[in-house]
């Protein structure tokens, strides 16, 4: 059973950056793609950005230019490099797979931008 865990976030201003990260155990996760959700309030959990097993990313619109996701399989990580973060980039963020293939969820990492 693999379990994620996700660190990193923070409160932040707008225009400001982070960088999370995700540790994987109880399974090597490099054969997959993995992925960052977020949930904001009131709002379902959405993808936001993958990357494949050959490191190949992808974002939704709203992302790119900004955020950018990668991994050390010798690790079993992802991180996701977020800069000029907005307001409404303000979510838990969390890592699983892509699909989930059924995976459970960690606890996820808030990130607040506001000022």
């Known amino acids: 059973q693999v379990q994620f865990v996700e660190s990193g976030g923070d409160l932040v201003q707008p225009g400001g950056s982070l960088r999370l990260s995700c540790v994987a155990s109880?399974?090597?996760?490099?054969?997959?793609?993995m992925g960052w959700y977020r949930q904001a309030p009131g709002k379902p959990r959405e993808l936001v950005t993958q990357i494949d097993n050959n490191g190949m990313p992808d974002y939704i619109d709203s992302l790119k230019g900004r955020f950018t996701i990668s991994r050390d399989n010798a690790k079993n990580m992802v991180f996701l490099q977020m800069n000029n973060l907005k307001p409404e980039d303000t979510a838990v963020y969390y890592c699983n797979f892509v699909p989930t293939r059924g995976s459970g969820w960690g606890q996820g990492t808030q990130i607040t931008v506001s000022s």
């Open positions: 109880g399974r090597n996760v490099s054969r997959w793609s």
